[in-house]
C-alpha cells in the first residue's frame, strides 16, 4: 500500500518568509509524528499527534514552528519568518498506535537562504 | 531522557563479509527500530524490536532489553547495503530518540 507521503520534497525560501510542509500519513494510522534532521543536530523529534488528542509539542524549537493535523489524518507544520537555522530535512513519520513501528516519508529539505 | 549511542560510527567492508553493529541505550524501552537511510535519505525500516531476535534475508537484529542494547548483523554485504544505519528508541513515551548512526561503506 501507499507509504508516508511529504511535499514539497525540495523547498528553497528566503530569510523571513514562512513555508508550510505537508505530511499525508498512511492510511488508517491514528499516530503522526514530525522530526528534523540537521548537520549539527543530528534526528530530533518535533511534535506528536494522536487521534483527537491535544498535541505534544514539547519537541517545537520555539514558537515560530506550529503544526495542525486536520480531520485526524494530513498534517501541515507551520514555520514562521524562517531562519538559517531552519534550514534541514523535515521527517513525518505515522504508526497505527504508540508505541508501535513507525514508518517514515522521504522528508522535505528546507533550505533557508 | 534517554540517550542512544552506537558503534562504530564509521565501518568500511569488503564486499561479501560480515558485520555487527550496535546500540546501547539509557533506559528501559518499548520501542526499538533499526533503520538503514539510503542515499535519497529515505528512512527504510529494517527491524522494530524492542526485545527478541528477528532475521530477514540477511540482515537479523537481537535486543537484550535488561542488558539495554541492541545489534543488526549484515552477512554477506552487499555494496547496496551502503548507507547509514540508525537505531531508535523510546522509553515510555511515543517520540523516538535516534542515535547519531553508523555509517556503512561496502566497497567491491
Redesign the interface.
Known sequence: GAGVSQSPSNKVTEKGKDVELRCDPISGHT?L?W?R?SLGQ????LI?F?GNSAP?KS?LPSDRFSAERTGGSVSTLTIQRTQQEDSA?Y?CASSLG???????G??T?LTVT | GIQVEQSPPDLILQEGANSTLRCNFSDSVNNLQWFHQNPWGQLINLFYIPSGTKQNGRLSATTVATERYSLLYISSSQTTDSGVYFCASGAGSYQLTFGKGTKLSVIP
Not at chain 1, 543530528?42 to 523529534?45: A, I, K, Q
Not at chain 1, 504508540?98 to 517514515?104: A, D, G, H, I
Request: proline share 8%.
Open positions: 499516530a509524528y522530526y534532521q543530528g534526528l530530533e523529534f506528536y494522536q505534544d519537541g530535512v521527517l504508540t508505541p508501535l513501528e513507525q514508518y517514515f522521504p522528508g529539505r
